[in-house]
């Protein structure tokens, strides 16, 4: 089925530092989420985005939803330890349902 | 405000049997969507219940059936199940018609092993 490419694939950077990872598609979606994975837990959602160039903060994160509908974008400022786990993105496509695609992953690692 | 419970939290089961999952929406959500997440995999999609129906489906056999019940709870049944069904199997609810302002929230899962 349908793979969203998640990039990068992980991630290991300092504590303090920004990040930033993207999601792409050769499909055009109408929206975008934003997880949070921890290990042996359910995703937990961050952001959501509905519009082409909507950009959404949610505190440190920053999330947008790109021009050519086909792309998205997640950034964290100024990293801490927690913010360690699996980020995954998700995207439906227009006229496909209520099916959500998920990406495979960023994982992510915040050395202190 | 209740969020999405699933139950068991772990199943191990053997090959050829039959299990089934259970799933509780969050408080006002009455569609309730399944997803199979293999290990170091994204979810994917099994399918989607919404007024008592499966409304969608992803590219998973019949084996995978499920039901939903008029308080909005699911069940997930799998039969004749095979080793590579083991996987962490998610439900997520969310409320029909959102449109675009669609939003999934994930329960945290049940945990299958197939011996």
């Known amino acids: 089925g349908q793979q969203l490419n998640q990039s990068p694939q992980s991630m290991f950077i300092q504590e303090g530092e920004d990040v930033s990872m993207n999601c792409t598609s050769s499909?055009?979606?109408?929206?975008w989420l934003w997880y949070k994975q921890d290990p042996g837990e359910g995703p937990v959602l961050l952001i959501a985005?509905?519009?082409?160039?909507e950009l959404t903060s949610n505190g440190r994160l920053t999330a947008q939803f790109g021009i050519t509908r086909k792309d998205s974008f997640l950034n964290i400022s100024a990293s801490i330890p927690s913010d360690v786990g699996i980020y995954f993105c998700a995207g439906r496509r227009r006229n496909t349902g209520n099916q959500f695609y998920f990406g495979t992953g960023t994982s992510l690692t915040v050395i202190p | 405000d209740a969020g999405v419970t699933q139950s068991p939290t772990h199943l191990i089961k053997t090959r050829g049997q039959q299990v089934t999952l259970r799933c509780s929406p969050k408080?006002?959500?009455?569609?309730v969507s399944w997803y199979q997440q293999a290990l170091g995999q994204g979810p994917q999609f099994i399918f989607q219940?919404?007024?008592?129906?499966?409304?969608q489906r992803g590219n998973f056999p019949d084996r995978f059936s499920g039901h939903q019940f008029p308080n909005y709870s699911s069940e997930l049944n799998v039969n004749a199940l095979l080793l590579g069904d083991s996987a962490l199997y998610l439900c997520?609810?969310?409320?029909?018609?959102?449109?675009?302002?669609?939003?999934?929230?994930f329960g945290s899962g049940t945990q299958l092993s197939v011996l």
């Open positions: 985005l509905y519009k082409a160039g």
């Open positions: 219940y919404y007024e008592e129906e499966e409304r």
């Open positions: 408080s006002g959500h009455d569609t």
């Open positions: 997520a609810s969310s409320l029909r018609g959102g449109g675009t302002n669609e939003k999934l929230f």
């Open positions: 499909s055009i979606f109408n929206t």
